[in-house]
């Protein structure tokens, strides 16, 4: 299926990356040639098959619910940008 | 006597432990290479003072007969898609330009506390998206091989590039990878090393930066297969921080090399002749089947009939597990920020600014693939398309016990030359994608050299778990190939 312009400012947004208006057009051809190329699975049949989303052959461990790390707030935040007073920072959200 | 920059680890360990060398001795003349061959931009961050203490404690160890073990002493690269605490770790893009990780990454973290020496962090593709390491924010990395009577500038293959250029230019005794379609074995058939993928769940994935959680495996590059196994060694093991760490005890490997490939059961594919190999590639493949043959094994023809689906099953699969997982580099927490008016264009402007234009593209291909409407036609056919192919491993294995490939299409190619076409670029990956969809272990050996004079590899697939036989073979084809080219000397 074709990628159009509408369809990459869509998929910019969802994944809030703000796209220039000057590449929307180049943007709009590599990923309709990507998404033809991947279109040949069509091909394969795949009734009857379970999707494969991992090949650990395990279930999750369970642990103990206890704290096991924790009071380290400064190394949480000494890669923030705009730390303030132990938090970090966003513009205002609610108004 | 050997320069220290040209023993292989087991070399390294041996005079370290006969006393001919000092870890101090190694590092040094490491540090110095590293220095001499900036123009290769194989790192990101030179860490030499570290290297040095590392090297004076592990020296002290010794003194006291407190060595640690093979590593100990050992100067290694270590990608710098790991986090290490204290030093920088990028992941080769703008977005973590100045990351400062307050914790170490269990890989890396093992390979400390087995003693060895950090020399630096080496450049990569950005977030580990491709086959040339021409998208790295700090720039491209070149190969140390040039062709015949050629000098233009060849890329060393990624995303590892950093890595397999380290080692193949003898500025460390070895490096971590990381492989998510063949970011360890391509780059090491570049360069003419050694590069191994483990198991899925062999090594901990906790603290290495994600690209696509389902695939990504660490794994050793170096220059002898022996020393692959001794790496791996240092690196592996189970992690209760990483959900998918497999709680198993780490074999010997190196102990597995001294065990022949007598009736071993060699599977040859018939679907990995794809279009585009080049005939020294089929011919060098023939070879290597002759090698093992030879060496006592047995070939048996084998069928993995989804094969030409894997490539295009990764191109789906992947790109959406990145989209999710890059979804952390907000601005907010860590990392490059770019102001915005609200938070949603403070998140818009940070990712516009941080990411480059090949990992951009991967994360809108994942959330085209995940998003309504199409997460069905597109993700969960691409993992049903992956059922299908790790069912024809398992179905191969009731035949043979190793496979035998070749590991890229063609060796390295020039800077520039497919970096305009990004379906071309993700073709290189054609033979080492598969193993990676269905979690098994995989190396790449340095078998021989292309007409115009640059290294090619060989491609063995094991079973899942069974690093063992797969190091066996690696090494009979090591012994039969003879490899000791080197950059440089034609």
Sequence with gaps: ?95 | MTAPTDFTIAEARDALNAGTVSARELTEAHIAAMEAARELNAFITETPDRALEDADESDARRAKGEALGPLDGIPLAIKDLFCTEGVMTTAASHILEGFVPPYESSVSGNLRTAGSVMLGKTNLDEFAMGSSNETSYFGNVENPWRRDGDNRPLVPGGSSGGAAAAVSGRLCLGATGTDTGGSIRQPAAFCGIVGMKPTYGRCSRWGVVAFASSLDQAGPMTRSVRDAAILLGGMAGFDPKDSTSADRAVPDFEAALKVSVQGLRVGIPAEYAVDGMNSETSTLWDQGKAWLKDAGAELVDISLPHTKYALPAYYIIAPAEASSNLARYDGVRYGQRVEGDDLTELYENTRAAGFGIEVRRRILIGTYVLSAGYYDAYYIKAQKVRALIARDFTQAYEKCDVILTPTTPGPAFAAGEKSDDPIAMYLNDVLTVPASLAGLPAISVPAGLSGDGLPLGLHLIGKAFDEETMFRAAQALEDAAGFDDRPGQR
């Design chain 1, 1 to 95: 299926m074709a990628v159009d312009r509408d369809t990459v400012i869509r998929v910019a947004r969802l994944a809030r990356i703000k796209v220039p208006e000057g590449d929307l057009d180049t943007l709009a051809g590599e990923l309709s040639n990507i998404i033809g190329w991947v279109e040949q699975l069509e091909e394969v049949d795949t009734d009857g098959i379970d999707p494969m989303a991992s090949v650990a052959d395990m279930k999750l461990r369970w642990r103990a619910d206890e704290v096991t790390d924790g009071g380290i707030r400064d190394k949480v935040t000494s890669n923030a940008s705009d730390p303030r007073d132990g938090m970090f920072s966003v513009p205002k959200v609610i108004e």
